[in-house]
């Protein structure tokens, strides 16, 4: 798994004058996050157009803004699990339809997880191989 590199702020400078705006907007992406239980999808084309030039932005803009929004399950952090045990040994395979599915082995490790924190990160873990069959009835990895 990649890990993600750690975000750097582009310039020291900030204007400590738009501190209640910027939180108002927090506020707004959290009462958006809800009212559309999560899956708010993308605003037309043609609302975007309107608000670019009722609110002198550029479309661009927005669309890239809007954009980001559905990719926010990417930035939820993953836990890096640390106290390596061992790995337990799987060695279970399915086929399904054209795909070969492989389960080596599984990484135990010791973790801790805080039951009172909604916003825990998930834990991933393990290491799968993917195959498909193909017309030749030859199996390959993905």
């Not at 204007?15 to 209640?20: G, N, P, V, Y």
């Not at 705006?21 to 927090?26: L, P, Y």
């Amino acid at each position: 798994m990649l890990k993600r590199m750690p975000f750097e702020r582009p310039t020291e400078h900030y204007d400590e004058r738009i501190i209640k705006i910027d939180e108002q907007i927090c506020a707004l992406l959290k009462h958006r996050k809800e009212l559309s239980d999560n899956n708010p999808g993308f605003p037309p084309f043609e609302y975007i157009s309107q608000w670019a030039e009722t609110f002198e932005l550029y479309e661009d803009f927005l669309k890239a803004f809007f954009g980001i929004f559905s990719s926010e399950e990417h930035f939820k952090p993953v836990v890096e699990p640390s106290g390596f045990r061992k790995h337990i040994s799987v060695l279970k395979s399915v086929e399904e339809g054209d795909f070969f599915y492989t389960l080596n082995s599984i990484s135990k490790r010791l973790i801790r997880i805080n039951q009172n924190n909604p916003r825990q990160p998930t834990m991933v873990s393990g290491d799968f191989i993917f195959f498909k069959r193909s017309e030749t009835n030859t199996i390959e990895a993905r």
